[in-house]
């Protein structure tokens, strides 16, 4: 990351194979975890610029980012929280939460699909329905902390 302002990379996510009707159905219906195939970076600008919460699931996944490691220490972003994510009761939302402290901070984030990787979905319709229960009480839990943490209605839907 040559621009001191970029504080986070990420990538296009493709299917590894599409084999069963679980890998197809995630893909087809879901809409998989690639963000297309156009370079686009935002900001903290992007993010002011939505009354109710800001779509940073659009941005990308951590299966393909980077993050420049002084965030880490940086006292408006700090770590992933812990209350989110796998191994949670929620299981998910922590790189949502993540990537609106890098923008709310100030930084950018930039989104190249020239980097890839290779995603193996869950191979059958039980296994996927549970991941997309997952996400999605990742994505309200993330809601959830973004309105509650930051005492605005960022969290709130439209």
């Known amino acids: 990351m040559a621009r001191p302002e970029v504080m986070v990379v990420t990538g296009n996510v493709l299917p590894r194979e599409l084999e ?3 890998q197809r159905l995630y893909e087809d219906l ?3 975890l ?3 195939f156009e370079a686009f970076e935002v900001d903290g600008q992007w993010l002011s610029s939505f009354n109710y919460s800001p779509p940073v699931w659009d941005l990308g996944v951590s299966a393909n980012s980077a993050f420049r490691a002084s965030i880490f220490h940086h006292s408006e972003i ?3 929280p812990e209350v989110l994510g796998p191994g949670t009761p929620v299981g998910g939302g922590e790189e949502n939460y993540l990537i609106y402290r890098i923008l709310k901070a100030g930084y950018t984030l930039v989104y190249e699909p020239s980097a890839y990787v290779w995603h193996r979905h ?3 319709v039980p296994q996927l ?3 997309i229960y997952r996400q999605m009480m990742g994505g309200t839990a993330y809601h959830l902390m973004l309105w509650t943490w930051t ?3 960022e969290g709130c839907s439209s």
């Open 20 to 22: 069963t009707e679980g």
């Open 30 to 32: 879901y809409g998989g």
């Open 34 to 36: 690639s963000e297309g």
């Open 78 to 80: 700090g770590m992933m």
């Open 122 to 124: 869950r191979r059958t």
């Open 129 to 131: 329905r549970y991941q």
């Open 151 to 153: 005492k605005t209605d």
